[in-house]
């Protein structure tokens, strides 16, 4: 059974780095039946996607975070990571690790936990 | 402000059915696949419904999808008090490049 289970800090200071890590068991990250991605929801709010990162290695950024935003894998530790730098209060929100078949980017089959970061000195 | 527009509530009483509409444009819902997500209070999303109206694995035949054009419709029959949550909608929007949702609609069970 394919499972995600985010880690990192939950407080993050404002112009610094949020560096998140997903576990994923159950499958293997560099399969080419699946893609891995980020997705974020402030308190309160809906779902913004962050982006995705597909087997090959290819990135898809939501254009609004694309320069802030780096995702990445390590195949020999089945982990993938996000990177958001010069973090604001406005990404205070529960960052999801997701994943989902291949065909098609916008359906997340499989999500983690949640895990809240709040950014805030 | 989202690219998708759902409704903001809906409610319907036990046993009923609910539908639950997402407006997109001809650049996503029109040439992309819908998908349809649960978030109950306090838990991460689960997906509903893929490709329209495709349901994976678990997910009961009570819930269903469908697309017509720039819009997509789920469904739910026979409403139960632990459907009560949050639903989205998503998909790609390729003048953004972009994976859009929806603002989410909250189901209450009377």
Redesign the interface.
Known sequence: QLQLQESGPGLVKPSETLSLTCTVSGASISSSRYYWGWICQPPGQ????IG?IYYSGTT?Y???LKRRVTISVDTSKNHLSLKLSSVTAADTAVY?CVGG?AQ??????Y????TLVTVSS | Q?VLTQPPSVSAAPGQKVTISCSGSNSSIGS??V?W?QQLPG?????LI??NNKR?SGIPDRFSGSKSGTSATLGITGLQTGDEAEY?C???DNS?????????TKLTVL
């Open positions: 809906g779902l913004e996607w995705s898809y939501n254009p609004s999801y078949r098609d980017i916008a359906a997340f089959d999500w983690g936990q949640g | 989202s992309y696949y998908s997500y838990t991460a999303p689960k997906l893929y490709e994976p989205y998503g998909t790609w953004l490049s972009n994976v859009v949702f929806g603002g989410g």
